[in-house]
């Protein structure tokens, strides 16, 4: 042992040489555990992680959104003349803290002459959730507008997110640098199922550098089968890998002169056509389809000269409103070259598919006792639309399930979605349960749907008898 140790002497010359070296040697050792932490993908955070994950995700880090919201401008009098409010015009709210939290104008505005204020929209200056404040949090502008007295937000201002956090971007990271069929798979799902107009996506790999894309896209309202979702094919662009297809429902195989039509049917899409070889000369395929209202129709699809194998060209239809839900025929051309016959809304290479919504009615009689709660039809009701509208993609309906949602009521935050019981119901004397096809009367028995297909709700009946 050195000397100052034996004795308690914390000053000799050995003991303070062996300080300054271990701390020194300690400070190495931290300095190398740092170094390394920041080039392991399991250690590193913020700036260290964003640079070792850009080589795969070449965009990096997913940015938070800007809280968005209204700004109302107002003078004191009716303006005399019109008072210009521009594009960038900041204004903010003062915190508890003090702090000042700016956001500006996204448009120009006006307050016309005769007028006294006018409302603009507006965003945070800065991302994240702290640009989400209450109403009426907004006091003053940042700098002057003559004629302009007052400003405030009368509605408050929302939208305002995170940048994606280090855990996220971590397992987005691993994600794209697993198997490409598995990543390109877990990738799509998740991305598909952010989308603010998707309620459920489902990925299919079929081999060969083909995948399946199943959407139940919400957005467009009725038109979300007459337009197509940029949105969607945006996602499905950014996703993939490169060499694989998102080539929707095949509906019909060309090989040489033998045609084989599939049984598969789609909601409605437009039809493509894939050459299995390179197509030197050009060619033209003529083929028949049912379209959304069960018509039989024409169609026929040019393939250019040097058309390469795997190029998807959409071939058109009777009429350009049509969406085809099957290829019924399909006529060889003669050329003794292969073709795959397609089905999808989207774009060549980026195809996807929505499901078929099934209407499940149903018709139910019911006695009730001496005392039953209030509205207690308009409840049942209520609780089955909510039940039938709470299904997902491919999930068959159980006849069992009906029942018991008569009695009890649908809520999705309780356990097994059994809420509390409705008080008033002596005997369910008759229920039916018609849909896709089938009908359901009694225990045991299903509505059984395919893996494209979708419950919803269609005419829910409820009659009261003695």
Not at 208 to 222: I, S
Not at 278 to 301: A, I, K, N, Q, W
Request: proline share 3%; glycine share 10%.
């Amino acid at each position: 042992m050195l000397p100052g140790q034996l004795s308690g002497d914390k000053y000799t010359l050995h003991y303070l040489t062996n300080l300054t070296f271990a701390a020194e040697l300690q400070a190495c050792y931290q300095e190398c555990e740092d170094g390394l932490a920041r080039i392991d993908i399991l250690k590193a955070t913020g700036t260290d992680l964003e640079k070792i994950v850009t080589h795969v995700l070449i965009d990096g880090r997913q940015l938070g959104d800007k809280a968005t919201g209204l700004v109302t401008f107002r003078t004191s009098y009716e303006a005399p003349e019109d008072i210009p409010i521009p594009e960038g015009t900041q204004v903010y709210s003062i915190l508890e803290d003090g702090t000042k939290l700016y956001f500006e104008t996204t448009e120009d505005g006006t307050i016309e002459a005769g007028e006294m204020e006018t409302t603009i929209n507006a965003q945070a200056v800065l991302r994240g959730p702290s640009g989400n404040i209450a109403p009426y949090s907004i006091v003053s502008m940042k700098g002057r507008i003559t004629g302009i007295s007052s400003v405030e937000n009368m509605l408050e201002f929302t939208g305002g997110t995170e940048d994606e956090s280090d855990d996220d971007l971590r397992r987005r990271y691993f994600d794209a640098v697993q198997a490409p069929g598995k990543a390109t798979i877990l990738m799509l799902e998740r991305s598909l199922n952010e989308l603010v107009d998707v309620a459920e996506a489902r990925v299919y790999n079929y081999g060969e550098g083909d995948l399946g894309v199943l959407v139940d896209y919400r957005g467009g309202g009725e038109d979300h089968i007459t337009t197509v979702s940029q949105e969607i094919v945006d996602c499905l662009r950014k996703n993939i890998a490169v060499g694989t297809h998102v080539r929707g429902v095949i509906g019909a195989t060309c090989r040489g002169e033998t045609v084989t039509i599939l049984e598969d049917d789609v909601y409605g899409g437009y039809v493509w056509v894939r050459p299995r070889d390179f197509v030197p000369e050009g060619d033209t395929l003529y083929f028949t389809y049912m379209d959304m209202f069960g018509h039989t129709r024409d169609g026929s699809c040019i393939i250019p000269p040097a058309t390469h194998r795997g190029v998807m060209i959409q071939a058109s239809l009777e009429e350009s409103i049509d969406r085809a839900k099957k290829i019924l025929s399909v006529t060889p051309s003669g050329s003794q070259i292969d073709y795959d016959l397609l089905l999808g809304m989207g774009e060549a290479g980026y195809l996807y598919n929505l499901p078929e919504l099934i209407n499940i009615n149903i018709l139910a009689q019911i006695r009730l006792t001496d005392t039953p709660e209030t509205d207690l039809v308009n409840k049942i009701k209520a609780s089955l639309e909510a039940f039938l509208d709470s299904f997902v993609i491919g999930e068959s309906l159980q006849y069992s399930d009906v029942q018991k949602f008569i009695q009890n009521n649908f809520d999705l935050t309780a356990e097994g979605c059994v809420g509390r019981a409705l008080q008033g119901i002596d005997e369910i004397v008759t229920l039916n349960v018609f849909g896709g096809g089938q009908t359901a009367t009694k225990n045991g028995d299903h509505i059984v749907v395919e893996e494209d297909w979708r419950i919803e709700a269609g005419d829910v009946d409820i009659y009261v008898t003695d």
